[in-house]
């Protein structure tokens, strides 16, 4: 178990120290020495925090993935300088990245992919479903390869917390899911209370802390109730996954990233795109 320090943004209210499971300190210092080098070698800012994600969960996987992204990871980045702004332009699209190649392997052979498509041929694709969406609104394509090729079968919305915007890709993923593909939201579902207003253990905002409660039950709701998505897999170990029946028939499913293959992403995806 590691210990990592939480500093508040208050000037003058103490730090608190939060216990994560599943890694050593001597972990915590090999990724953040990782995220450090690659900052100094990769010419994008957001490989670097791609690629040490990917590592981090090789270095150390039993720990709690959205762990690995919000104390090792995000922590770290803040302490060399960064802020709130700066991290929210790199690590959406890191995050993107991360999950796509930790996917590449294990998606190989069922003939699947899930990766970010240059803007043109996104915008090529979308404009065929004849509504008014955007690339910029599908963060990672799924595909699948039969005899004809690769072709399309949905989209994958990626997003570090449920507070993120979730709500501005749901015009996208009832276009994609009227258009009988797939869609479905990939969180880390991260969030944590710097002091003096928390203890910074990232609950997360599905539950973590008291599943049931209005707020989250709210945000459950996107899912399990309204059905905005086809599934939403969570990255915090924290998150409750949904009862195997609910008003949507849409669940929530919560997974680490160092599983036995094929996980349920994998098998999820597997049985939407049906020909193998």
């Known amino acids: 178990m590691a210990i990592i320090e939480c500093k508040s943004a208050q000037p003058g209210v103490p730090s608190v120290?939060?216990?994560?499971?599943?890694?050593?300190d001597d972990e915590v210092t090999e990724i953040r020495n990782v995220l450090d080098g690659l900052l100094e070698s990769e010419h994008q800012v957001s490989t670097a925090v791609a690629r040490t994600l990917v590592i981090a969960t090789q270095i150390s996987p039993s720990a709690n993935p959205s762990d690995l992204w919000q104390h090792?990871?995000?922590?770290h980045a803040l302490s060399i300088g960064w802020n709130d702004n700066r991290w929210k332009r790199v690590s959406g699209f890191a995050l993107e990245r991360a999950l796509a190649a930790i996917y590449e392997p294990r998606?190989?052979?069922?003939?699947?992919?899930?990766r970010v498509l240059p803007g043109p041929v996104a915008n090529s694709f979308l404009s065929t479903l004849d509504a008014n969406i955007r690339a910029t609104k599908v963060d990672l394509f799924l595909e699948g390869e039969t005899i004809d090729g690769w072709g399309i079968f949905g989209a994958a919305h990626v997003?570090?917390?449920?507070a993120e915007r979730i709500q501005d890709d749901v015009p996208a993923s009832r276009v994609l899911m009227g258009a009988g593909l797939m869609s479905i939201a990939l969180t880390m579902d991260a969030k944590s209370y710097p002091p003096p207003h928390g203890d910074c253990v990232n609950y997360g905002e599905l539950g973590g802390r008291s599943?049931?409660?209005k707020k989250e039950r709210l945000k459950r709701n996107y899912v399990e109730v309204d059905g905005?998505?086809?599934?939403?897999?969570?990255?915090?170990?924290?998150t409750p996954e949904s009862p195997a029946r609910t008003p949507s028939g849409k669940r929530i499913h919560t997974l680490s990233l160092s599983e036995y293959q094929p996980d349920k992403l994998v098998r999820f995806l597997v049985d939407g795109f049906g020909p193998t």
């Open 17 to 24: 120290w939060v216990e994560v499971e599943g890694i050593t």
């Open 72 to 75: 090792v990871i995000y922590r």
């Open 107 to 114: 998606l190989a052979p069922y003939r699947l992919r899930m």
């Open 159 to 162: 997003k570090a917390s449920i």
């Open 211 to 213: 599943h049931g409660v």
């Open 228 to 238: 905005q998505f086809d599934g939403l897999f969570s990255f915090n170990l924290r």
